[in-house]
């Protein structure tokens, strides 16, 4: 637990088996009551975790009033049910994350069945998708599950004490991200938006027409423009100078886009295909895919989908069919 400013604290929930350790959690003190940015991931030791930071700052379930989730990934809303079930706290979510709960949480046989489908058509080999479904069966259920109760669409301003947290929506890691900004402390608790080291995985999901590329760069824009001292982010550490984190993510992904097109410079090639020649996690010393975990794989691929996708709307790349399978090339 860590006090950022007064009334406003950090917490560390461990993340199981994932090299970021942990999700970063913020609880915003109110009048009477608090308010809890993410919960983290559903099991123990996270629970055990958090229960332990609230007791360090002196408060317990019933003090939390709100939750507000920055988007519906486990390791950010993960505990949420649990926590209201203790609590009774009101959940606030965007609107566009309605959708997720279903396949995320629900059904995840079938959004795997879905999956493992989307990949074979982009090339991704057989070999490899029992490899994928069991990464993604990591995702598996985690118990108690609840619906918001108050689903936000951007523009809201949030009140906790002398705090007033505007609800900015910024997709693209996620369709219904949001990020919240306090514009008299110059603060934003910007969830995985803004990441001060890695760069936050952008993925088109299965049977999706979206382009969340280009969503993100647009909701980076968007930060960019605010007044802002402090960034308080759900992974690694908290940092000051936003715009030029920004430039750096932006610079990041014209960089692929360039690594892309050389690929199926001379042919057409899968996505999967294409995935294999990019430079995964550059600011790691950088890795080919062949190296990566089977999750780490999953989102690379994707990646490289969210990439095409951009890059189809905006007309440097088409797509064509030959046996059931997706091939790009530069138009």
Known sequence: MNEIIPGIYQLQIP???????????????????????????????AFRSLKKQLAEIGINWKDISQILVTHAYRDHYGLAGRLKQLSRARISLHYREID????????????????????????VPSSELPTTGAALAGMGRSGTHAQPDITLRG??????GAFKLQVLWTPGHSPGHICLYEPNKKILF???????????????QPQSELNPLGDFLNSLNTVKQLDVNLVLPAHEHIFTDLPTRVDEIIQHHKHRNLEILEAIKAEPKTAY?????????????????????????????????????AMGDDGRVAK?????ILYYHRT
């Open 15 to 45: 993340i199981p088996d994932n090299p970021l350790e942990y999700t970063k959690a913020y609880l915003v003190q109110g009048d009477d009551e608090y308010l809890l940015i993410d919960t983290g991931w559903n099991d123990e030791a």
């Open 100 to 123: 997720l709960l279903a396949s995320r949480y629900q059904n995840i046989e079938e959004f795997l069945r879905q999956t493992e489908q989307w990949f074979h058509s982009h090339g």
């Open 155 to 160: 523009g809201e301003t949030i009140s906790a």
């Open 190 to 204: 910007a969830g995985d938006h803004v990441l001060p080291i890695i760069t936050p995985n952008i993925s088109l």
């Open 273 to 309: 295909n294409i995935s294999t020649e990019i430079t995964w996690m550059p600011e790691l010393g950088g890795v080919r895919l062949k190296d990566l975990a089977p999750w780490d794989k999953r989102m690379a691929v994707s990646e490289t989908l969210a990439h095409l996708q």
């Open 320 to 324: 064509s069919h030959r046996n059931d």
